[in-house]
């Protein structure tokens, strides 16, 4: 199962040249399955990739009571990766203070804010998310019924304001694969506390993707396969073999 993931991991990185040499990467490290099957893709691609890199894990600690991210430390420490945990105010700040009815927007937007802060502190110079395939897919419908317009995130974005890269190497990794590693390795996978996880516009599409594939099945290939093929701004390949 790894060695799958790995296989789509090293052909996305190598399709956007995602990793330069002597890259230092911080990987956004929430505790979910993605996140934490990124992490392992990483660490263990590190050892062999020809092109050297430097890898970090960090954890946003959002302020919810009772959360526990010792076991993250601990898979951290046996794959030889250095884990930081950021302690922020994200949860009193979305749902004690502002009381935000739609909070998921305005709560990526501040993690990832706070995730960049956290990379360049630590000297990193990319930052790696754990979006996957599905995501991609999700995001694409998403801003098709909500916007009206054919957009997604980019595979390689570069924030120049923070000169920082942000970099999503599992994108061409299918969620059920990514569910099938946590489940079989195991992964110290921790539940997301967050009274809006299940109920937003996202899971809602999510079902919907899911539906839809099943009575036509390979539709989220195509649809993926579609922003590549037009391509969206920022999906064009550079295809960079090593």
Same mark, same amino acid.
């Given at each position: 199962?790894? %060695?799958?993931v790995?296989s789509?991991? !090293? !052909?996305?990185?190598?399709?956007?040249?995602m990793i330069? $040499?002597n890259? !230092?990467?911080?990987?956004?490290? *929430?505790?979910g399955k993605? *996140?934490?099957?990124?992490l392992?893709?990483?660490a263990n691609?590190?050892r062999f990739y020809?092109?050297?890199?430097?890898?970090? /894990?960090?954890?946003?600690d959002?302020g919810f009571?009772?959360?526990?991210? *010792?076991?993250?430390?601990v898979?951290?420490d046996?794959?030889?990766?250095h884990?930081?945990?950021i302690?922020? %105010?994200?949860?009193?700040?979305i749902?004690d203070?502002r009381r935000?009815?739609n909070?998921?927007s305005?709560?990526?937007?501040? =993690? #990832?804010?706070?995730?960049?802060? /956290?990379a360049?502190?630590?000297?990193?110079? @990319?930052? /790696?998310?754990?979006?996957h395939?599905?995501?991609?897919?999700?995001t694409l419908m998403?801003?098709l019924?909500?916007e009206? =317009?054919?957009?997604?995130?980019?595979?390689?974005t570069?924030?120049d304001r923070?000169n920082?890269?942000?970099?999503?190497p599992?994108?061409?990794?299918p969620? !059920?694969?990514?569910?099938?590693?946590?489940?079989?390795?195991?992964?110290?996978?921790?539940?997301?506390?967050? $009274?809006?996880?299940?109920?937003?516009? #996202? %899971? @809602?599409? @999510?079902?919907?993707v899911?539906m839809?594939?099943?009575?036509?099945p390979?539709l989220?290939e =195509?649809?993926?396969?579609a922003? %590549? =093929?037009?391509?969206?701004?920022?999906?064009?390949?550079?295809?960079? #073999?090593?």
């Open positions: 199962m790894l %060695q799958k790995l789509f991991t !090293r !052909r996305c990185i190598e399709d956007y040249d330069a $040499p890259d !230092r990467i911080a990987a956004g490290v *929430s505790g993605d *996140s934490l099957t990124m392992l893709a990483l691609l590190k020809p092109v050297p890199f430097e890898l970090e /894990a960090v954890t946003l959002m009571e009772g959360m526990d991210f *010792s076991p993250i430390t898979l951290c046996e794959l030889g990766i884990h930081t945990v302690k922020t %105010q994200l949860k009193e700040i749902f203070v935000e009815e909070p998921c305005l709560c990526a937007k501040m =993690r #990832r804010g706070a995730l960049h802060d /956290a360049i502190s630590i000297g990193c110079n @990319k930052c /790696a998310l754990g979006h395939h599905d995501d991609a897919v999700e998403l801003s019924f909500y009206g =317009r054919i957009g997604c995130f980019r595979p390689v570069y924030l923070k920082i890269t942000l970099i999503r599992m994108l061409y990794t969620e !059920r694969l990514i569910r099938s590693l946590a489940n079989g390795y195991p992964l110290p996978v921790i539940k997301n506390p967050c $009274p809006a996880d299940g109920n937003s516009k #996202r %899971q @809602k599409m @999510k079902d919907l899911k839809l594939d099943k009575q036509n390979g989220r =195509r649809l993926f396969g922003m %590549q =093929r037009l391509p969206l701004e920022g999906w064009e390949k550079t295809d960079i #073999r090593r």
